[in-house]
């Protein structure tokens, strides 16, 4: 089994930023991919940003060229960088990690609130 462990969560001011981290543990071989999902409250969860393990990245629309998304081997951790965040932004965003051959975890998730 795969644990993914979420943190970096805050309250923060519009056009700041935050770095959400995404800790894996666990039988992590087989990770075909990872994502961050982020859910408002009332709303549905969507994608955020993904990451294959070959590399390539995908971002939704309302988050390019504002929000990274990376991974370090050697801590088995994922990261989204969120620059010049916005009201909008506000929501819990969980880690989501797809093992071969189907299996996906998530984390519980982790607060993120953008106000002035």
């Known amino acids: 089994q795969v644990q993914l462990v979420e943190s970096g969560g805050g309250l923060v001011q519009p056009g700041e930023s935050l770095r959400l981290s995404c800790a894996a543990s666990?039988?992590?071989?087989?990770?075909?991919?990872m994502a961050w999902y982020r859910q408002a409250p009332g709303k549905e969860r969507e994608p955020v940003a993904d990451l294959s393990r070959d590399g390539n990245t995908n971002y939704a629309d309302s988050v390019k060229g504002r929000f990274t998304v990376s991974y370090d081997n050697h801590r088995d951790t994922m990261y989204l960088e969120m620059n010049a965040l916005k009201p909008e932004d506000t929501a819990v965003y969980s880690c989501?990690?797809?093992?071969?051959?189907?299996?996906?975890?998530w984390g519980q998730g982790t607060q993120v609130t953008v106000s002035s």
């Open positions: 989501s990690v797809r093992v071969h051959p189907g299996t996906e975890y």
């Open positions: 666990g039988d992590t071989f087989d990770v075909e991919s």
